[in-house]
């Protein structure tokens, strides 16, 4: 009995510590959804602080954060062209053109709306 109660508790805690890793089966990086109050502050958070690469970071915050009182999802707008424009402005040069436009065509590849 208690060798069976053992088996149990290892199966409970091996499923428990994978649960994490296969909770989250979008490509958005694991990301978290938490909210910004600006498009920089959540570029900057995915970006410079966690490395991603610039096009990863415009995509994830397009498609994954909540920015300002906009909800996920929207505040890039629904075509790569408004997409572009609120990247290119919100980030000003802290990005290059061919990084937001790649980043842009991913998002509203992802975003399949």
């Not at 649960?19 to 502050?41: K, L």
């Not at 920015?67 to 790569?80: E, F, S, W």
Request: charged share 15%; aromatic share 6%; proline share 3%.
């Amino acid at each position: 009995m208690l060798a069976q109660f053992t088996r149990l508790t290892l199966l409970a805690a091996l499923v428990l510590s994978l649960s994490p890793a296969c909770g989250d089966n979008g490509d958005d990086g694991g990301v978290d959804h938490d909210s910004f109050a600006t498009y920089q502050a959540c570029w900057n958070e995915h970006h410079t602080t966690e490395m991603f690469t610039a096009p990863k970071a415009v995509t994830i915050c397009c498609l994954s954060h909540p920015i300002g009182d906009q909800a996920m999802n929207v505040v890039c707008g629904d075509t790569a062209t408004s997409c572009e424009a609120y990247v290119g402005t919100s980030l000003g040069s802290a990005a290059a053109a061919t990084d937001i436009t790649t980043g842009c065509t991913d998002y509203i590849t992802q975003r399949g709306m």
